[in-house]
């Protein structure tokens, strides 16, 4: 029984009690339960709402993403990375309903590795199966917008010298088969969920999960031509770095589902309160990541970076998100700064080993999304440390072994680069025939 059903079916018994006729209880018992809960199907409906909007916030998260990485590619490629990101939304979607959902929600199974049930079944017209809390069709969609979350991530990193239809080959597998596996383990009851390890919602499932997918790309592919020479690190600009702070606060507004409506259930006084807080804990962990990479950039270079500020905010972003709910203020600022810190850190040493990031999601991704997961005990008492990082242990090490195994089948079958020529001329030009700057010369 995944942690959806337990948590929203909580609230709707909850919320049945107090329907019961007041004299089974004592009045001073269910006074306090009416001015706190909902009826049942009031809490059907609110429950249900909260997955569509945080859904809907969370696919808007898409396209903060498509704009944050049209803006930090060059221009030569700024088409072929729009169209990788809607189709790997729409991929996502697909391999989610045939094989993901059912792999990461399989019931009772082994801990592992879950069988495949079946094509997962949405309710009929003008159903409804109260007894679960909300509506099967808003959880399935929430669902699947996180999975769609994780391939947005491999996208950036590996941006500007990747075969097109290698990438989509590997979303099919990521999304469809590795990411469920995952999800699994501990939103799924899964041995990790069994050892007491929580992810509230998703700094190790969702973002490490595409980190170390995306790290194993960039080593298997390579870095772009001319990144990394004798002379040092070749600088790349952006196209528009206008464009990739759009996406960075289309992202962090499509936050606001992502942890928010990961609280699962809005039909007591309690869970709206909570929902509140960890909107306001998420948003402060954004702003203290922000700060503290312009701050960083400032000291160590003598000028804010623009696109570290961006990072920043991110990684903060994700920091929280593994447990955006019991911090204090205080302490979401603190874990976020420590999040903004990262890529300011990380992004060098990448660099020194010719590790071609090319948006910065492996900082922003991976190594936020593991201080995070580890963070948790510090404002959650209940949640062993010595869990926490055999998820994160456990999740780098399947993931990585199997998407290096992915990577090197498709490097060694259809191929995973463009020919030189066709890299340096931008892949608008050979992946698509659109170009998205067509009245700009291009430039090698």
């Known amino acids: 029984m995944d942690r959806k059903f337990l948590k929203t079916g909580a609230a709707a018994l909850a919320a049945a009690a107090i329907a019961i006729p007041a004299v089974a209880f004592a009045q001073e018992e269910a006074a306090p339960a009416a001015a706190e809960a909902v009826s049942g199907g009031t809490a059907y409906i609110l429950n249900t709402l909260l997955f569509l909007i945080g859904g809907f916030l969370v696919m808007w998260m898409a396209a903060g993403f498509a704009m944050l990485e049209a803006g930090l590619v060059r221009s030569k490629n700024v088409s072929v990375q729009c169209l990788k990101n809607i189709g790997l939304y729409a991929i996502a979607g697909l391999m989610f309903w045939v094989l993901g959902y059912n792999i990461a929600y399989p019931g009772d199974f082994n801990g592992y590795i879950g069988g495949f049930s079946g094509i997962y079944p949405m309710q009929g017209v003008g159903e409804a199966d109260t007894d679960t809390g909300y509506s099967v069709a808003s959880d399935w969609f929430f669902q699947m917008v996180f999975c769609a979350t994780t391939a947005s991530i491999v996208s950036g990193t590996i941006a500007e010298r990747t075969k097109l239809t290698s990438f989509f080959i590997f979303t099919a597998v990521l999304t469809g088969v590795i990411y469920p596996i995952v999800v699994s383990w501990e939103w799924g009851a899964g041995f990790l969920d069994q050892m007491g390890f929580s992810d509230f919602a998703g700094s190790t499932l969702v973002h490490s999960t595409g980190g170390w997918a995306a790290l194993m790309g960039a080593i298997i592919i390579g870095p772009r031509l001319n990144r990394y020479t004798s002379s040092g690190v070749t600088v790349f600009p952006g196209s528009s770095i206008p464009l990739a702070t759009l996406g960075t606060f ?31 804990n998420t948003n402060m962990a954004a702003c203290a990541g922000t700060v503290v990479a312009i701050i960083m950039t400032q000291l160590i270079y003598k000028k804010a970076d623009t696109t570290m500020a961006l990072n920043g905010a991110l990684a903060g972003l994700v920091a929280i998100t593994a447990e955006p709910l019991t911090p204090n203020v205080g302490m979401a600022i603190i874990i976020g700064g420590i999040g903004g810190a990262l890529p300011v850190i990380v992004v060098p040493l990448l660099d020194k080993l010719k590790i071609d990031d ?64 066709d890299e340096m001329a931008g892949l608008d030009h050979s992946e698509t025939g659109i170009e998205a700057y067509p009245e700009f010369a291009r430039v090698t």
Request: proline share 4%.
């Open 250 to 280: 289309i992202l962090w507004l499509g936050w606001f589902g992502f942890n928010g409506a990961s609280q699962l259930a809005m039909g007591t006084v309690g869970d709206v309160s909570d929902v509140s807080k960890i909107f306001v």
């Open 358 to 421: 090319v948006v910065g999601a492996i900082p922003v991704h991976l190594c936020a999304g593991i201080w995070g997961t580890l963070a948790v005990p510090i404002t959650n008492g209940d949640v062993p440390f010595v869990a926490q990082i055999t998820g994160v242990i456990a999740t780098g090490i399947f993931v990585s072994v199997v998407s290096a195994i992915l990577w090197l089948i498709l490097k060694f079958t259809v191929g995973v680069r463009p020919s030189a020529e």
